[in-house]
């Protein structure tokens, strides 16, 4: 029977970095969720599809196809064939992956490849409501967040290293936005599982929170 490690919380909390350094502790397959959502929004964002155009995400999302690949310990996701690693860590991206991600059908076609997955091996996977909705009988559940501030500074850093021209308040006010929506949308909303662990990261290193988290294993 596989062992399953939930980690929910907001953007900026660290979740990715966090989770990615547990399952190489224990040797877990992590899963990304939210570059699965971001490579739909790639694909959307590229049929010239907005956020808002529900209908028409409904219909252009059964064409896409997206699945995950290990390779040589490292995730790769691909769509349609295509490793889009390196393109779905955008602002651009972000903004349409927290609109998108509401969709039902988005949903439903992105959760089942990621239960499937879950049964079959022993993971850690992070995004929004794996501990509520997408394996909610996960051996471990955590909600890591973060002051709203430093995760700002935390995705200033991240994009400024990359070469990309950004501003620390707008990236904060985007933050802030996104958060409210993700709280607020109809379907699978943010929110701590009562059974989660709350882990907040505003201290804390990478190390000091990765450890924070195997200690509840």
Do not use: W
């Amino acid at each position: 029977m596989s062992h399953n490690i939930a980690i929910d919380g907001p953007a900026g909390a660290g979740k990715s970095t966090i989770a990615k350094k547990i399952a190489q502790k224990l040797n877990y397959i992590y899963v990304d969720t939210g570059a699965m959502y971001r490579a739909m929004a790639l694909f959307l964002l590229r049929q010239g599809i907005r956020p808002d155009e529900t209908e028409k995400i409904d219909v252009t999302c059964e064409k896409a196809d997206i699945t995950i690949r290990y390779e040589n310990g490292e995730q790769v996701v691909l769509l349609n064939g295509e490793n889009v690693n390196g393109l779905i860590r955008t602002e651009e991206v972000s903004r349409m992956a927290s609109g998108s991600s509401a969709n039902p059908r988005v949903r439903t076609k992105l959760v089942k490849l990621q239960q499937e997955l879950a049964a079959k091996e022993n993971v850690v996977m992070d995004g929004r409501d794996i501990g509520t909705c997408v394996l909610p009988n996960a051996a471990v559940k955590v909600y890591l967040t973060a002051d709203v501030s430093v995760r700002a500074k935390r995705r200033f850093d991240e994009l400024t290293a990359k070469g990309e021209n950004c501003n620390l308040s707008e990236i904060e006010a985007d933050i802030q936005k996104r958060d409210h929506q993700d709280m607020t949308r109809e379907i699978s909303p943010l929110i701590q599982a009562e059974d989660a662990t709350l882990i907040d990261t505003s201290h804390m290193t990478i190390e000091e929170a990765a450890q924070a988290v195997i200690a509840l294993c």
